[in-house]
């Protein structure tokens, strides 16, 4: 069972990342402009998020489920605007290639934690891992803790499989691509995601 419990949760993790959105164009931005290596680490940022949803979804924090789903709107409306502001900058970050020059490369703890706290400003994400784990029979009391731990470590290599996966074949076009291509790519990544975001502000606004 546990093996079972472990492909499941790698299946459950590969179908939330899948979806393309602004992580997904952030990854595949970074993996062509500053390499497979900063795409990976900013994939794993998202998938240790997920994990982290998953966590609390799996240990039943019901109390700390409903604080971030009663505070959705707000939490997704300052995640919106952390967007925005990647985006601006992604597309600012344009004018570093029209001298000929590759752009800086962005830490990799940075590339890390952005991509993580950019996961979590999505608190729908905890709504559909209850509802996964909860289908499985794994929430706390239903399931041996080694079950458990065994779908969220699942979560977590499924999710970063398809970032592995994406980053590499992104990654891959880096080295043909001239420096007016890299300039096409940070504008239109910029502007995809200041775009989602501000769809997200209308979608999410209290108001």
């Given at each position: ?14 179908l ?16 062509i402009?500053?390499?497979?290596t ?13 994990l ?8 039943g924090?019901?109390?700390l489920?409903a ?10 409306l ?33 590339s ?34 080694v079950?458990i ?7 977590f ?38 775009a ?6 209308f ?5």
């Amino acid at each position: 069972m546990v093996g079972y419990d472990l492909i499941q949760g790698a299946i459950y993790g590969l179908l939330v990342a899948a979806p393309v959105g602004p992580i997904g164009i952030l990854c595949i931005k970074r993996s062509i402009v500053q390499g497979r290596t900063s795409g990976i680490v900013s994939g794993l940022g998202a998938a240790s998020a997920d994990l982290i949803y998953g966590m609390i979804g799996a240990l039943g924090i019901s109390g700390l489920a409903a604080f971030l789903s009663g505070y959705k709107a707000w939490i997704q409306l300052v995640g919106a605007c952390i967007l925005i502001v990647i985006g601006f900058n992604m597309y600012r970050s344009s004018a570093a290639t029209d001298h000929g020059e590759r752009p800086r490369p962005t830490s990799l703890l940075r590339s890390y934690l952005s991509a993580f706290l950019m996961t979590l400003s999505n608190p729908m994400t905890i709504l559909l891992f209850i509802g996964i784990i909860s289908s499985a029979g794994l929430v706390a009391g239903q399931g041996s803790p080694v079950r458990i731990i065994a779908l969220l470590v699942g979560i977590f290599l499924g999710s970063a499989l398809w970032w592995v996966l994406l980053c590499t074949l992104s990654g891959s076009v880096r080295d043909r691509l001239r420096p007016s291509g890299m300039r096409w790519v940070n504008r239109i990544s910029g502007v995809a995601i200041m775009a989602l975001a501000i769809v997200s502000i209308f979608q999410s606004a209290p108001f």
